[in-house]
């Protein structure tokens, strides 16, 4: 009876009374009625020899050395090598050929499927077979392969495989460094005309970029010149423009003062000859008055009133228009140079005309407009007092006096109530003319039949004045 401590490679096997099979500690009470075994876990190195053959029939020979011991990490291996192994010296020769015997066993079942090329050339699988297939085996043996090694394959005597196989690998390999020695030179040499190249490439490549950057530097220098001198012109320019811009304000203004003066001269021909024209009209009047006093009828004097009333009214509205006009004119033209400011000076002369012109046109157009609104929209009306504003009737009498100057030509006389009268150019046989209001009728179908003009309906008509012809 005691207690039983292990060392730390070591376990306790205790069997005996109150234990069901095997227990295992590192320490525990061992009681009189029960055994106590110490065995050593530590792993042990066995070196073998195997004699093998391959599926060739080649013998040779294995040398191998495997690292074995119990499995101290499985409760259940660790028990059956306590069962199975612990009562024999892990030195002893029963363990030590029962580990030769599953190696040797293993192995060559193994290397009988593998030719000695597989054998040489796969030395890193063929160790995994061999450690995967024995491990299997030492499992019901609580045992594991920490290491296996599997030394350099020996030829068997009388069977130099790996002998000549070596020699040919070994005159392989010498061939391949000959050639290796060849391509190794001739890629040096390559590589030093390649070197070469590519040192000439790249100095010609750093001259041309150097080129290139000496071009663009000296296109940045012609277009930094460029620049300047070309703000310089446009600077220049716009002085100009300036320049220009105030010439044709002054000339605008120039012919502003021109067109208004023209605009006077033409108002006050225009002014002169309506005067003239109304002087010459009373003169007419007054002579006629003088002639015609008993047979101024009240409706013609009337009307006369009315009509020169209304002329001056619709003078009066014309001038006033034409004022209005020409403000309107002359704003819309201020805003018309004002966009066009820098146009050309002989274009703005030509326009400078053509807006004379305009004007012109427009102002008569106004005058029209205001005449036949004073007159009702009246055209004949409107008609006659041009026609006598601007002499027509009197240009048509001295028309007439020229065309029959020097000539006999046949006179129709009228004569409303009286009895006939002959006449020759010079018999003198024409009375004193009865009237005006008896002689309009007769004048104003002479007009008719020359011009084809009808006299205003307010004067009356052509009806009842029977020409009656003499000869001269």
Not at 367 to 383: E, Q
Request: proline share 3%; glycine share 8%.
């Amino acid at each position: 009876m005691g207690y039983k401590v292990a060392r730390a490679s070591e376990y306790l096997a205790i069997t005996g009374g109150g234990i069901k099979d095997i227990k295992l500690a590192k320490k525990s009470w061992v009681f009189p009625w029960q055994s106590c075994t110490v065995f050593d876990v530590s792993p042990v190195n066995y070196t073998f020899e195997v004699q093998a053959m391959s599926s060739e029939k080649l013998p040779f020979v294995i040398p191998a050395v495997f690292t074995i011991g119990p499995r101290v990490d499985d409760p259940h291996a660790l028990l059956l090598y306590a069962m199975l192994m612990s009562q024999h010296d892990k030195h002893s020769n029963h363990v030590n050929e029962l580990v030769q015997g599953v190696i040797e066993g293993e192995t060559r079942v193994l290397v009988a499927s593998m030719t000695m090329e597989e054998v040489f050339k796969g030395t890193k699988e063929f160790k995994k077979e061999v450690f995967e297939k024995v491990q299997l085996e030492l499992n019901q043996f609580g045992l594991v392969i920490y290491n296996a090694n599997v030394k350099q394959l020996v030829d068997v005597p009388g069977h130099e495989y790996f002998s000549y196989l070596g020699q040919k690998t070994q005159m392989e390999a010498a061939n391949q460094a000959k050639i290796d020695v060849a391509e190794a030179k001739m890629k040096g040499e390559v590589g030093a005309k390649e070197r070469t190249g590519l040192t000439i490439q790249n100095a010609a490549k750093i001259d041309a970029e150097s080129k290139i950057i000496s071009t663009q530097r000296l296109g940045e220098g012609t277009k930094e010149e460029i620049k300047v001198k070309t703000e310089v012109q446009v600077f220049q320019n716009e002085k100009e423009a300036l320049v220009a811009q105030a010439d044709a304000a002054l000339a605008i203004q120039k012919a502003a003062l021109t067109k208004n003066s023209r605009v006077a001269e033409v108002e006050a021909g225009k002014a002169v000859a309506m005067r003239e024209a109304e002087l010459q009209t009373q003169v007419e009047k007054m002579n006629a008055l003088t002639r015609t006093e008993k047979l101024k009828a009240e409706f013609l004097s009337k009307a006369t009133v009315e009509y020169e009333t209304k002329v001056q009214e619709a003078n009066w509205e014309l001038y006033d228009k034409q004022k209005k006009a020409e403000a309107v004119l002359y704003e819309k033209q201020k805003q018309a140079e004002a966009t066009k400011a820098a146009a050309d000076a002989s274009f703005y002369a030509k326009q400078r005309d053509a807006d004379g012109l305009v004007a012109m046109a427009t102002a008569q157009g106004t005058y029209i407009k205001t005449l036949l609104g004073a007159v009702n929209n009246d055209y004949s009306a409107m008609r006659d007092f041009l026609m006598i504003n601007n002499g027509v009737y009197q240009d048509i009498a001295k028309t007439n006096a020229v065309a029959i100057r020097d000539l006999q030509p046949k006179i129709s006389v009228w004569n409303q109530g009286g009895g006939g009268v002959e006449q020759g150019m010079g018999s003198g046989g024409m009375k004193e003319i009865a009237g005006l209001y008896k002689m309009l009728p007769p004048v104003l179908d002479t007009v008719y039949e020359q011009t084809g003009m009808q006299p205003p309906a307010w004067i009356g008509t052509l009806r009842g004045a029977e020409p009656k012809q003499l000869q001269g």
